[in-house]
């Protein structure tokens, strides 16, 4: 399980944190992934099987969360989710805090959540569109339009930020 959260923890946490769009729920769901695998009997043939379980736990996990009564009742309060003090800043939330600043980042949390999804794992995973695509549960050819549509939304939101460049 340590080894697990070691080599796997950050992937999993920013998978939810771009899926949930809140680092508390991103939390949440990163502890219920882990739980799940504590309790799960899968058996994992190597690494890359375990880091792709993990993540479409992580998906899923993010997709029951939205879909939950409580989580319809409550309104996300922007208060509650500013940065702590930067003396106060551990370094996972020293790299949230980071990542909120950053113009691309604010772009792909901007994005619906299928195209946010193959985004991620592709361009942060580095996954191909064929191991994204049995992640997700679609076609290749479904990733790769997805990953067209997320880039083209991506740029037209940095071009309207003021931000000029190639961003293919």
């Given at each position: ?91 996972a939330e020293a790299v949230v805090s980071a990542l909120a600043q950053n113009p691309v980042w604010a772009a792909l949390k901007s994005l619906p959540e299928k195209l946010r999804v ?51």
């Amino acid at each position: 399980m340590r080894h697990a959260m070691n080599l796997h923890g950050d992937a999993v946490y920013l998978v939810a944190l771009s899926q949930t769009r809140s680092q508390i729920d991103a939390q949440d769901v990163s502890q219920d992934v882990f739980l799940r695998l504590l309790t799960s009997d899968t058996e994992f043939a190597d690494e890359e099987h375990l880091h792709a379980w993990l993540l479409r736990v992580t998906i899923n996990r993010c997709r029951e969360l939205y879909r939950s009564p409580w989580h319809k009742r409550i309104a996300p309060s922007d208060e509650m989710i500013t940065a702590i003090p930067s003396a106060d800043l551990d370094p996972a939330e020293a790299v949230v805090s980071a990542l909120a600043q950053n113009p691309v980042w604010a772009a792909l949390k901007s994005l619906p959540e299928k195209l946010r999804v193959v985004a991620l794992l592709h361009y942060v995973e580095e996954y191909p569109t064929e191991t994204i695509a049995r992640i997700v549960g679609c076609q290749p050819a479904t990733v790769r339009t997805r990953l067209h549509r997320a880039r083209s939304q991506m740029k037209r939101y940095l071009e309207s930020m003021g931000m000029e460049g190639d961003y293919e």
